[in-house]
């Protein structure tokens, strides 16, 4: 089976969950937060190298506030009780996005994670936490903006490899397959230099039901696509 080496998810639904079973929405957001262990779990038994997870948009900054805090509160019991579990399971941890509006405590944790992980090569799991694509995006041309100004990069030189060098994903493969939960079927503002050329899977299932079998099901989808990437397959010219 062709593997992705590159998954990212946006996990959607933990609140329909919630809603469904008559609980609070902190309740289908903490339900969430095991169906992630779970799929870091399954990637890493797939033979998944690399795992983004869509933890926190810089959207929804704009929730009610005591959902918000929920979802901090929620961030830091995540940091302090899985990074030892990750590290004990070989998993790199990586935390993209706009870390200037986190707590500064929860900035610590995540140093301390990232620290502690960096050494790992089992799997590398990438958390965006107050992240958007076009802040990713902006923020890397503002920063290539600032060096064309001081004279150490050409403007003319630039190119996407150059450019892909300055987003939060530094170094990180784009990702080949991008799975969406919920039924919803957009990116909404996710990772949209990098997804150019992933597989777009999406699910019924809510975020919080999301299994193994689930995961198996989207990398079987990735299996069968025909990956051409602008050109013609080898398929279609024999055809």
Same mark, same amino acid.
């Given at each position: 089976?062709?593997? *992705?080496?590159?998954?990212?998810?946006?996990?959607?639904?933990?609140? +329909?969950?919630?809603?469904?079973?008559?609980?609070?929405?902190? !309740?289908?957001?903490? $339900?969430?937060?095991?169906?992630?262990?779970?799929?870091?779990?399954?990637? #890493?038994?797939?033979? @998944?190298?690399?795992?983004?997870?869509?933890?926190?948009?810089?959207?929804?900054?704009?929730?009610?506030?005591? !959902?918000?805090? %929920?979802?901090?509160?929620?961030?830091?019991?995540?940091?302090?009780?899985?990074?030892?579990?990750?590290? #004990?399971?070989?998993?790199?941890?990586?935390? @993209?996005? %706009?870390?200037?509006?986190?707590?500064? %405590?929860?900035?610590?944790?995540?140093?301390?994670? !990232? #620290?502690?992980?960096?050494?790992?090569?089992?799997?590398?799991?990438?958390?965006?936490?107050?992240?958007?694509? +076009?802040?990713?995006?902006?923020?890397?041309?503002?920063?290539?903006? +600032?060096?064309?100004?001081?004279?150490?990069?050409?403007?003319? $030189?630039?190119?996407?490899?150059?450019?892909?060098?300055?987003?939060?994903?530094?170094?990180? *493969?784009?990702?080949?397959?991008?799975?969406?939960?919920?039924?919803?079927?957009?990116?909404?503002?996710?990772?949209?230099?990098?997804?150019?050329?992933? !597989?777009?899977?999406?699910?019924?299932?809510?975020? *919080?039901?999301?299994?193994?079998? %689930?995961?198996?099901?989207?990398?079987?989808?990735?299996?069968?696509?025909?990956?051409?990437?602008? &050109?013609?397959? *080898?398929? +279609?010219?024999? &055809?």
């Amino acid at each position: 089976m062709n593997i *992705p080496r590159h998954v990212a998810i946006i996990m959607d639904g933990n609140g +329909r969950w919630a809603t469904a079973r008559g609980l609070s929405r902190t !309740e289908g957001h903490r $339900k969430g937060a095991e169906a992630t262990r779970q799929a870091i779990e399954s990637a #890493k038994e797939i033979g @998944i190298p690399y795992l983004t997870l869509f933890g926190f948009s810089s959207e929804n900054w704009n929730r009610p506030a005591e !959902e918000v805090t %929920d979802l901090m509160n929620l961030l830091r019991y995540y940091l302090k009780k899985e990074t030892a579990e990750l590290h #004990k399971n070989g998993a790199r941890l990586l935390i @993209i996005g %706009d870390r200037s509006r986190l707590s500064k %405590d929860i900035v610590l944790l995540i140093d301390h994670a !990232e #620290k502690l992980t960096q050494d790992n090569d089992k799997i590398t799991v990438v958390i965006a936490l107050s992240y958007g694509g +076009r802040q990713d995006i902006l923020f890397a041309a503002k920063e290539l903006a +600032r060096q064309a100004a001081a004279g150490t990069v050409d403007p003319e $030189k630039m190119d996407e490899n150059l450019f892909s060098a300055h987003l939060m994903t530094k170094g990180i *493969p784009d990702p080949d397959l991008m799975i969406r939960t919920s039924g919803e079927s957009r990116i909404s503002n996710f990772m949209m230099w990098q997804l150019a050329y992933a !597989e777009l899977y999406f699910t019924e299932t809510l975020w *919080p039901d999301f299994s193994k079998r %689930d995961m198996e099901k989207a990398v079987a989808f990735f299996d069968g696509r025909d990956r051409r990437y602008g &050109g013609v397959s *080898p398929a +279609r010219e024999r &055809g």
